[in-house]
Structures are given as structure tokens and as C-alpha cells.
């Protein structure tokens, strides 16, 4: 999840107000994630990654140009190949068999017609985020469609504070957030989130992040809350 920004000519990410980024909020270009994005993929070709676009870019075609210079078109999964109404994803494994690993989403709605860039808001449903998304209870978002809306086919589960508290952050990555996932799942039409987004996602008392992820992993490929209990049978 990251927020970019025109800045100083170029394309950069800024977690800034007012669609505007400054010298005090600017981070480094987006190119520069993009290579390290680029470096883990390519040590590890079976990995699918997803950018989630916080987008306030006002130069024209100027993400397309940052992913061309940067060559991710190369593994971009297209348009054609994302599902419309709740429709069924490609296969992990056909995606790492054909390259195409890179999933990238847009918040503006524009640039899916004239940048070929998934608008996110037709494919996934979000949960609030901040403080009110804390309070043992799910619910939209205001530019997310109901979270019960099937159409769209991807869930994530926003769980951090409006204000990072790394002091605090240990015991709410904790019991809290292992329990959000579920919260979510009546919430969301009895689906399992696909995506977790949280602060420090190093630091808990327990499984934290890692635990929350084995239990959706879990979830989603075989129905037990724990991947490691999926167990591939060979024949």
C-alpha cells in the first residue's frame, strides 16, 4: 500500500494531505521501491505481489512511464486477465508459469480506461481504517462498496491506528488482530481476506501478523485455520 505523488518532475511516494507532497513528507521516488520490488520478485519467482495505490499523480500517463522505465510491464498481470464481478482469480500457479506476478491497483478511477491500471475499488471491498476500524466491529469504508458486496472479488482488512503508536502496537498486533479476520468474515458474506494491512508488522506478544496470515492462508486454500495444516497429497 503506497501513496505516490508528483514531485520535483518525477513520480515519488509521499504519505502527505491535501494531494500535495512536500519536502517534510516526501519518502524517495517511486522508482526506487519499484527496484527493490523488482530485486525480491527476482529472487523469489514464485511470489505474487500486489501494489495497492494510493494514487494522487496528475501527470499524464506518468505511473505508466515509472513502470516502463522500471520494465514491471514485463510481469504486470493485464486487465484482460482480471475478473469482472466477482469472477475467479488465474491460478497461483499459472501466474508464476507465465511471469505475470505483479498485481498493481489504483485509486483513480480514471486510469484503469486510459492507463490500463486496475481501479481497485471494482475489484475489492476494504474495511475502515484508523481507529474506527479497531473497535471489534468491520465495516466499509466510504469509497469501499458494502462489505458484502461478491461483485468484487478481493477483501482486506485494515487494522492500525489513525496515529502509529509503536509502544502500543505489541499488544495490538496481538489477541486484537488475530480476532479481526474473523469479525471480518461475517461482515464480508463469510469470505476470508485476501490482504492484511497493519503497522510494525514485525512486532506482537504472540503469532501477531505472521499468525493472522496463516490462519486467511489457511482459510482460503484448504479450510483449516493454520496453512501449515494443508498438507499436499501426492499421488
Not at 496528475?58 to 498481470?77: A, D, I, M, Q
Not at 474506527?132 to 468491520?138: A, I, R
Request: charged share 25%; net charge negative; aromatic share 10%.
Amino acid at each position: 500500500m503506497l501513496d505516490t505523488y508528483d514531485f520535483e518532475g518525477d513520480i515519488w511516494l509521499c504519505h502527505s494531505f491535501g494531494g500535495q507532497c512536500y519536502d517534510y513528507t516526501k519518502f524517495e521516488p517511486a522508482l526506487n521501491t519499484l527496484r527493490e520490488i523488482e530485486a525480491f520478485m527476482s529472487r523469489n519467482p514464485s511470489e505474487i505481489v500486489t501494489i495497492i495505490l494510493e494514487d494522487y499523480v496528475k501527470t499524464p500517463k506518468g505511473l505508466t512511464k515509472v513502470f516502463h522505465r522500471h520494465r514491471s510491464n514485463e510481469v504486470l498481470v493485464s486487465l484482460s486477465k482480471m475478473p469482472k464481478n466477482g469472477g475467479d482469480w488465474p491460478r497461483d500457479a499459472d501466474m508464476v508459469a507465465g511471469n505475470q506476478r505483479l498485481l498493481v491497483f489504483t485509486s483513480s478511477k480514471s486510469k484503469e480506461a486510459t492507463e490500463g491500471i486496475a481501479y481497485q475499488w471494482n475489484y475489492m471491498v476494504k474495511n475502515q481504517y484508523g481507529d474506527d476500524g479497531m473497535k471489534d466491529k468491520c465495516f466499509n469504508r466510504g469509497e469501499s462498496s458494502v462489505l458484502s458486496d461478491t461483485s468484487k472479488s478481493l477483501v482486506l482488512v485494515n487494522y492500525f491506528r489513525s496515529v502509529p503508536m509503536k509502544l502500543l502496537t505489541c499488544v495490538e498486533n496481538s489477541g486484537a488482530l488475530a480476532n479481526m479476520p474473523h469479525t471480518c468474515h461475517a461482515a464480508t458474506g463469510n469470505r476470508w481476506a485476501n490482504f492484511v494491512a497493519v503497522d510494525y508488522y514485525k512486532r506482537s506478544e504472540g503469532g501477531g501478523t505472521f499468525e493472522a496470515t496463516d490462519l486467511l492462508n489457511g482459510e482460503l486454500l484448504c479450510g483449516c485455520n493454520d496453512v501449515h495444516s494443508c498438507v499436499v497429497i501426492s499421488s
